[in-house]
Nanobody, 124 residues
Framework: QVQLVESGGGSVQAGGSLTLSCTAS????????MGWFRQAPGQEREFVAA????????YYADSVKGRLTVSRDNVKNTVYLQMNTLKPEDTAVYYC?????????????????WGRGTQVTVSS
């Protein structure tokens, strides 16, 4: 069983930056593809970004391309989401998730383990 804990959320003004971290414990982190999702009030959870177990390939939702960067450190068992040029529409609870290597990363149901989320609020 893998436990995931997100951190780094907060409140920023539009145009600002935040870096989210997600640290894993209780399993072999490097075996899993890792994803970031977000959920705004009254909306469904949506895919934001993901990175393969090796760190070789990253994927992004169209809405965040060029502004967000996902990376991972398999020694520190941590995945990161660097968020730049934040917009009010980025306001949401951000979740990290772990799933089997090689899966379709955009689909929530493919992920085995989820963190509890961290709030990101962007004011205009």
């Amino acid at each position: 069983q893998v436990q995931l804990v997100e951190s780094g959320g907060g409140s920023v003004q539009a145009g600002g930056s935040l870096t989210l971290s997600c640290t894993a414990s209780g399993g072999t982190f490097s075996r899993y593809d890792m994803g970031w999702f977000r959920q705004a009030p009254g909306q469904e959870r949506e895919f934001v970004a993901a990175i393969r177990w090796s760190g070789s390939t990253a994927y992004y939702a169209d809405s965040v391309k060029g502004r967000l960067t996902v990376s991972r450190d398999n020694v520190k068992n941590t995945v990161y989401l660097q968020m730049n040029t934040l917009k009010p529409e980025d306001t949401a609870v951000y979740y990290c998730a772990a799933g089997p290597a090689g899966m379709t990363v955009t689909q929530t149901y493919r992920y085995f383990f989820w963190g509890r989320g961290t709030q990101v609020t962007v004011s205009s």
